[in-house]
């Protein structure tokens, strides 16, 4: 799976999938951006792929400011001379019930995960529509099926799912792909900043019952969809650990 010569931009690579995306499309030749808030992480992400075929910088930017994420997809597109591959994996999970939530939590879920998602795409879309390029968008198993607990998490991931899904039908003629990737529950930081003490008991329950994914297992993923040839289209790509019901 050759990636040589492929501009890529990811978004949410300073740790977790997003890290092991950037790694992994880099080791496959691609030229990589790596972007997210923590400019020490994602540093140390590049310093680490710099024996790899392509190459990792960093990028700092936050997709909750619309005119941070603007600005930073400019940019990158900027560094790169254009961009063929835009990986939108930034997110938080911040889960609780509907009732004893705490509504700032919900806000920033939807800034990052879906609002975040829209305006990387929005400025994403002129430099894909000029390279024929491929977008990724990380959903999750929470955008196919809702839980008790993580109503406003999967709420916004189920918007991921319809956005992408229209943005699919609307550029297809154009040659540009869009690809929905929805994990199961992976080995990342993601949990820790969960503040619901019943939601960070059963995240650590279930991690700890089962052997959950690796980033790398998505990494692996989101690589087999990207380095498809361009008449191949994978729409949809849901993995869950073998054990996870
Ligand atoms: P991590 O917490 O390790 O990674 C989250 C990434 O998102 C970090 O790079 C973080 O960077 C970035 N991010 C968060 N907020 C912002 C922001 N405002 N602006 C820019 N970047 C931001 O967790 P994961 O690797 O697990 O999460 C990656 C994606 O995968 C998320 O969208 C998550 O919803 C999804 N997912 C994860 C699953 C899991 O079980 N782990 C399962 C299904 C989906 P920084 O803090 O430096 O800004």
Known sequence: MDMTGSRALVVGASSGIGAAVART?????????????????????????????????????DVADEASARAGVAEAA????????VVNNAGVMLSSPVQTADPAEWERMTRTNLLGTLHVSHAALP???????TLVQTSSTSGRTAS???????????????????????VAAQGVRVVVVEPGMVDTE??????????????????????????QD?????????????HVSVNEILLRPTAQV
């Open 25 to 61: 499309l880099a080791a496959a030749g691609a030229e990589v951006v790596a972007a997210g808030r923590r400019l020490d992480r994602l540093e140390q992400v590049a310093a680490d792929a710099a024996h790899l075929r392509g190459s990792v910088g960093a990028l700092v930017l």
């Open 218 to 230: 998505v990494a692996d993923a989101v690589l087999f969809a990207v380095s498809r040839p361009a």
């Open 127 to 133: 430099h894909l529509l000029a390279s024929r390029g």
């Open 78 to 85: 900027e560094r790169l001379g254009g961009l063929d591959v």
């Open 148 to 170: 008790a607990g993580s109503g406003v998490y999967a709420a916004t991931k189920h918007g991921v799912n319809a956005f992408s899904e229209a943005l699919r039908q609307e």
């Open 190 to 215: 993601l949990a820790s900043h969960l503040t619901d003490p019943a939601m960070r008991t059963l995240a650590a329950q279930i991690a700890g019952e089962i052997r959950v994914l690796d980033p």
